[in-house]
């Protein structure tokens, strides 16, 4: 089963930057290539809102509107990882981010890594 483990987050200044990263070990018949990948996050007392997602049969990238411009989401298909750049961070960036795998088709399934707390704040 596909298991997903992120790193990275940690206080970060307002006007400054973090860098999220994601591994995904557990392939068996299928491949990294098969799913959409993406980062989600949760705000404390919110709901769970995406990001950014990159999808797996055309490399299409999405941005919430909050985060377009800031943020850059990237995936080495060789290392099995994806990575979430953030810049500009703004105090209501904080939230626990969550890595998310989409896949694969034609029966696909949501797996998650167990979140990285991102806090922006002077």
């Known amino acids: 089963e596909v298991q997903l483990v992120e790193s990275g987050g940690g206080l970060g200044q307002p006007g400054g930057s973090l860098r999220l990263s994601c591994t995904a070990t557990?392939?068996?018949?299928?491949?990294?290539?098969?799913?959409?990948m993406s980062w989600q996050r949760q705000p404390l007392g919110g709901g769970r809102q995406s990001v950014a997602r990159i999808s797996a049969v055309d490399g299409r990238i999405e941005y919430a509107n909050s985060v377009k411009g800031r943020f850059t989401i990237s995936k080495d298909n060789v290392k099995n990882m994806v990575y979430l750049q953030m810049n500009n961070l703004k105090p209501e960036d904080s939230a626990v981010y969550y890595c998310?795998?989409?896949?694969?088709?034609?029966?696909?399934?949501?797996?998650w890594g167990q979140g990285t707390q991102v806090t922006v704040s002077s």
């Open positions: 557990g392939f068996t018949f299928d491949t990294f290539d098969d799913y959409a």
């Open positions: 998310n795998a989409w896949g694969p088709m034609p029966t696909p399934k949501d797996y």
